[in-house]
């Protein structure tokens, strides 16, 4: 077990970890933030996906213990207009894969807050949703990026 | 269609806001006090009779509390998908068998103390196999002696339906042009995101469960009789779940495991499979084939038509008899004709199983007599759209089911389509337009598709509904939310019946032990049966508010009507609201306004008209689809923006089916090549093309709830012929299969240029 | 995922000696995007996982117009796909990284771990060979360079002994009228892993590079092609001779992915397109 210390959600927390618990399962099992979907575990679905230090990537492909001293931001930890605007347009069916998009959504307009539509397909295009065909997804991101220029 | 005050509106859904945090629960995201994880072994062979099997140094590892072999469970012969009183599903599966029946089958699993212990204990479960010739294809299944399951003397699943209108010879006879061919189509797969999981816990010799189902009630039933249970024993718990697509309505085997294991072990056991897993153990749709030759006159009248239809259901039943039903009985409609014979079989095969998937069958024929209507148009001289149109079903007209069509809204997608694309410039032949290795092409399909899988199986639609004192209602419910907006559109049912405002009626559901039984959300049911029994059991609590109003409002009953939760008397201003009609009167509480009911339905059917546009790069072979246009007659639209979704998300499955995605099983070995999701490879962001969606409410159904029909079968079925006649169209090559791969529009060009 | 032991060296000597105490049973950890995928599905084992991230020096990136990149052994594919040097610089090894993964993957993954891993279809791996990239090793036996056209031996093996390390690669800087491409062909527009993937650097009338990924076990040049090429002057006639011999040189296999003929066929599409493509970019 390595104990380490991280910045989760904008808290100080401390978490007792086995080297081999990826942060995915280390943010569901041991910081109960169950929120972070597991779809595939290898990288290739998104649905894990959370911001360390602003960055997205896959939690199921970094090692809990590499979080030791940085910052972690789950989909519990965002407050942002991107939310309504799923909700609002049909951005989400059954959910599953809609905190890793949100979650990546949001890096992307951190990013580059007036994306383009090719722009927004090319940022989520390591988010895989079976529900939506991707349509609604891209007009709440756009509505979202537009209220927020607004 | 007269406008309704919550129906036909947006509402904002109630599981949203929860689904966008983090915070909306599925199984997977339970953990219990003293949990153990499961992990399954699975076969590395497709046929074989398991000679040994010894779990002794698994049992020994440390951190490993239960393992369980064939020799552990008890045997019982069950359902794959336990529809109860249906012909549908084929018993013939054990929890675990001592035969393994195709590769990945399931031949022990272990709980320990972390699912790391159970994966590392898996390698100490020693297995010897005495391998037997394994059956790849149905043609090896059909002429080997080999037997797969012992309750037949064939390799059939079922006997071959048969369906017979009219005389095909003689119609035969009237045709100017015959026509015919043979379909092959692929493995495609639901891949839902949400893998399988289950969590189980025993307390007082009763079991619950918590799980990604469909289907809870079945979970429930098929528990309860395999393990011996009273129904009051087994509680099946469900939430929210990450998609099913139909495959979520089977068992997999892990809820008897995991049930067992936990009881075996006295404490809770979570098991989810991995990605891998949801290929290996999971269902796919049924791989087959389609002999169809239909007969036209030359003014485009079809004459007759004659399929055989061949289903490959792999090591189990499944979903096999009911797939072979309805996708051979669709074939006697879409584009009418009184000649009809169709034939069709599943058969056994050591691979994969095949199970429910959106189109349930229809996929797979509609595929085929779609294309085919094109190859007809090329040889009449006419437009296809046109063609279609002309044979398009309508009012009156005989349906699958035997019910007559109500209404025109085939012909109206079909019409609807053709102007929004303007069709007549679009459909023109590109064959020799080009020198350029890039070449466009549109193209069109059709599809009709049932409300609900009545009469093939007798279901029925339950609901009660019950009324607050504080004038708020709350509807119980069996039916799941698969995620596509169900539950918010019961409660907009419920809220117009009662006359209250949307935000003031909740849904109850996901509960085995509280809400009304209820078959499970699949074949379009829930918003059509589900509906319309919420409609009718709301109507009967409003009748009771209404008169506990009346006296209220000295006035009779049918004098009254409610809107937004007020009361009033028809041309008066005598009003009173809901609330007050029901609050408690001098501190005694008025009588429980509680109201169940049963829908019995009659049938309806959906219809479609797909239009697309494709590129194809004729020296890749690669083919891109650059916008679809989904025309949709689904009767009263309940949430226009849900509905859509439906359809884009089918029509991104589709364009898969067509394209990219294939469960490819080694034909040597029966292991399985592509399990995961690298190498299935579902369209993704990138891939998708802008879809404009079109929805007509032109063929009400009056059996539905304000006459809606059901949305999501049907978006998967038309995209399939769209984009294989638009690839015609685009390159005038003729594929009568899918997914079409690159290298089969290589070699299709080089076919052309030898001819 | 299967138990490991796990450490974070703090120096090359000490990840250098830990790797050679557990001989082939230990598995250096950069990104992690393909380790712990391999490790998850059991197509590597590990006993032992050493982070290198923690060893000072492996993360710069850097530019000289004269001596070219520098690519240290925790740089990711991210930054190189936002430089805006390698935007300008190495177009073709931007072209590929855009086209590795997801921006979550890349994030992530490393170059130095994209070309360790040795994947004959890796997308870094043409533009990086057509650029003339060369290898500086750190081993228990001190540091060595190795022109990447020379580093790998098979799918998945490299001339890297247990004990070594990637430390660093280098990109030479770019000759003026010089064309880069980098073509991938896969099924999606995303997400993909390349059935073919043809890299050209083209100077005109000088050299040129012509490198071939997912078609034999290793990344391959296409030198016959080059031949044809090298020094002369270009049209269309000698581009389809050249994506002809590339096509001839090419040994790919059959798998799910694609067939072996096909693959080959789409070495000749892809080399002319590339070629084309290059030499206007030169231009």
């Known amino acids: ?150 | 269609m007269s406008k309704l005050a919550v129906v036909g509106e947006s509402q904002r859904r109630p599981d949203m806001p929860g689904k966008v945090s983090g915070r909306a629960q599925y199984a997977g995201d339970l953990s219990l006090p003293g949990m153990l994880h499961a992990k399954t072994k699975r076969s590395n062979v497709a046929h074989a009779r398991i000679k040994r099997i010894d779990a002794t140094r698994a049992l020994a590892y440390d951190g490993v509390k239960a393992v369980l072999t064939h020799h552990d469970v008890p045997r019982v012969l069950h359902y794959g998908s336990p529809h109860p009183r249906s012909a549908s599903v084929t018993r013939d599966q054990y929890i675990l068998d001592s035969k393994v029946r195709y590769w990945g089958e399931s031949v022990a699993v272990v709980a320990a103390v972390s699912e790391e212990i159970a994966e590392e204990a898996l390698d100490l479960i020693e297995v010897e196999y005495e391998e037997l010739p394994a059956l790849l294809s149905v043609d090896q299944a059909l002429s080997s002696s080999v037997k797969i399951h012992d309750l037949r003397n064939d390799n059939l699943v079922v006997d071959p339906v048969t369906v017979r209108r009219g005389d095909v010879e003689e119609g035969f006879g009237e045709a100017d042009v015959i026509l015919e061919g043979t379909y092959t189509m692929g493995r495609p797969t639901p891949a839902y995101m949400e893998p399988n999981v289950c969590v189980s816990q025993w307390s007082e010799e009763r079991l619950t469960m918590w799980i990604s189902t469909q289907t809870p009630f079945m979970v429930r039933g098929i528990l309860a009789e395999v393990l011996g249970l009273p129904l009051t024993k087994v509680r099946v718990l469900v939430d929210h779940m990450g998609g099913g697509f139909g495959a979520k309505q089977d068992l997999f085997q892990s809820e008897f495991l995991c049930a067992l294991l936990a009881k075996k072990t006295g404490r809770p056991v979570r098991m989810e499979f991995t990605r891998k897993e949801t290929f290996l153990g999971g269902r796919s749709r049924h791989p087959g084939t389609v002999w169809l030759k239909q007969g036209f006159r030359s003014d485009g009248t079809i004459t007759a038509r004659q399929a055989r239809i061949t289903f490959n259901s792999g090591a189990y039943g499944s979903h096999a008899p009911g797939v072979t039903a309805v996708g051979t009985t669709a074939l006697t409609s879409l584009y009418r004709c009184d000649n009809v014979l169709l034939e069709g079989s599943a058969v056994y095969t050591n691979t994969p199983i095949a199970g429910a998937y959106r189109g349930y069958g229809v996929v797979q024929t509609y595929y085929a007599l779609d294309i085919q209507m094109d190859e007809a148009a090329e040889k009449l001289g006419m437009d296809p759209a046109e063609l279609k149109l002309r044979n398009a079903v309508r009012e009156g007209d005989l349906s699958p089911s035997g019910h007559p069509i109500v209404g025109h809204g085939l012909e109206d997608c079909i019409r609807r389509g053709i102007l929004e694309t303007d069709w007549k410039k679009r459909n023109r032949p590109h064959l020799a337009s080009s020198e350029k290795p890039l070449r466009r092409g549109w193209g069109m399909g059709c599809e009709m598709h049932g409300s609900s899988a009545y009469p093939g199986i007798k279901e029925q639609g339950n609901a009660t509904v019950r009324m607050n004192d504080d004038g708020t209602a709350q509807l119980f419910t069996g039916t799941t939310g698969l995620g596509t907006g169900a539950h918010t559109a019961l409660a907009q049912v419920v809220a117009e019946e009662l006359g209250l405002r949307f935000e003031d009626v909740s849904v109850v559901h996901g509960d085995t032990d509280v809400v009304p039984w209820d078959i499970g959300a699949f074949a379009s049911h829930t918003t059509y049966m589900g509906g319309r029994a919420a409609q009718m059991a709301a109507a009967e609590v409003k009748k009771r508010m209404l008169a506990i109003a009346a006296e209220a409002l000295e006035a009779s009953a049918q004098d009254l009507e409610v809107r937004q939760g007020i009361v009033s008397v028809k041309g008066s201003d005598r009003r009173i609201s809901v609330r007050d009609a029901v609050g408690p009167k001098l501190g005694l509480p008025t009588p429980q306004l509680i109201a169940s009911a049963t829908y019995k339905p009659t049938k309806s059917y959906s219809f479609a008209a797909h239009f697309v546009e494709v590129q194809v790069d004729t020296e890749t072979g690669q083919i891109d689809v650059l916008q679809v246009i989904p025309v949709h007659e689904i009767g009263r639209v309940i949430h226009p923006v849900a509905a859509a979704g439906q359809i884009e998300g089918g029509i991104q499955q589709g364009i898969g089916h067509m394209l990219t995605e294939d469960y490819v099983i080694d034909p040597q070995t029966g292991r399985s090549l592509n399990a995961g999701f690298v190498d299935y490879k579902m369209p993704l962001s990138m891939d998708m093309p802008p879809i404009r969606t079109i929805l007509l409410e032109t063929a009400p159904d009056p059996g539905g709830p304000f006459g809606a029909k059901g949305v999501g079968e049907d978006p998967i079925i038309a995209i399939g012929p769209a984009i294989a006649n638009a690839v015609y169209n685009a390159i005038g090559v003729r594929f009568r299969h899918y997914p079409i791969t690159p290298e089969d529009v290589l070699n299709g060009l080089r076919q052309k240029e030898k001819h | 995922m299967r138990r490991f032991e796990y450490f974070e060296p703090a120096t090359l000597a000490e990840a250098s000696a830990l790797l050679a105490r557990y001989g082939g049973r230990a598995q250096p950890l950069a990104g992690g995007t393909d380790l712990l995928v391999e490790l998850k599905e059991q197509l590597r084992r590990a006993d032992c996982v050493v982070n290198i991230k923690k060893i000072p020096g492996l993360g710069a990136l850097s530019f000289d117009p004269q001596a070219g990149l520098r690519i240290g052994a925790l740089v990711t594919a991210r930054e190189i796909e936002v430089s805006s040097t390698t935007i300008k610089h190495y177009p073709s090894l931007v072209q590929a990284v855009r086209e590795l993964g997801s921006i979550q993957v890349r994030n992530r993954a490393t170059i130095i771990g994209n070309v360790c891993r040795a994947s004959p279809s890796a997308d870094t791996l043409p533009p990086l060979i057509a650029d003339g990239a060369v290898v500086s090793i750190h081993g228990g036996q001190g540091t060595r360079s190795v022109p990447l056209e020379d580093f790998f031996t098979g799918p998945g093996k490299t001339v890297l002994k247990s004990d070594e390390l990637v430390t660093e690669i280098a990109v030479p800087a770019p000759a003026p009228r010089t064309g880069k491409i980098y073509i991938k062909h896969g099924r999606r527009k995303a997400m993909e892993l390349a059935t073919v993937g043809v890299a050209v650097t083209l100077t005109l009338e000088d050299e040129i590079r012509i490198v071939l990924g997912a078609v034999a076990p290793t990344p391959i040049r296409a030198k016959k092609a080059e031949v044809l090429l090298s020094g002369r002057k270009i049209d269309a006639a000698l581009i389809e001779r050249a994506a002809q011999s590339a096509l001839e040189e090419s040994r790919p296999i059959s798998n799910v992915r694609a067939n072996a003929a096909y693959r080959r066929e789409m070495v000749g599409v892809l080399t002319r397109r590339a070629l084309q493509r290059a030499l206007d970019l030169a231009r």
Not at chain 1, 104 to 115: G, H, R, V
């Open chain 1, 1 to 150: 077990m390595k104990k380490i210390s991280l910045t989760l959600n904008g808290e100080k927390r401390e978490l007792e970890l086995e080297p081999w618990r990826s942060l995915l399962d280390a943010l569901r099992n041991e910081a109960g933030l169950t929120g972070t979907k597991k779809g595939c575990d290898v990288g290739d679905c998104g649905a894990c996906t959370v911001l360390v230090d602003g960055k997205p990537l896959n939690s199921c492909l970094m090692l809990g213990v590499e979080a030791d001293g940085h910052e972690v931001v789950t989909i519990e930890g965002i407050e942002h207009p991107l939310q309504e605007q799923f909700i609002r347009l049909g951005g989400a069916q059954c959910g599953f894969c809609t905190p890793g998009m949100i979650v990546m959504a949001k890096a992307l307009l951190d990013e580059n807050p007036n994306p383009s539509e090719d722009e927004i397909r090319f940022g989520i295009a390591g988010n895989i949703c079976r529900c939506t065909g991707y349509t609604k997804i891209v007009e709440a991101i756009q509505a979202a990026a537009e209220e927020m220029r607004k």
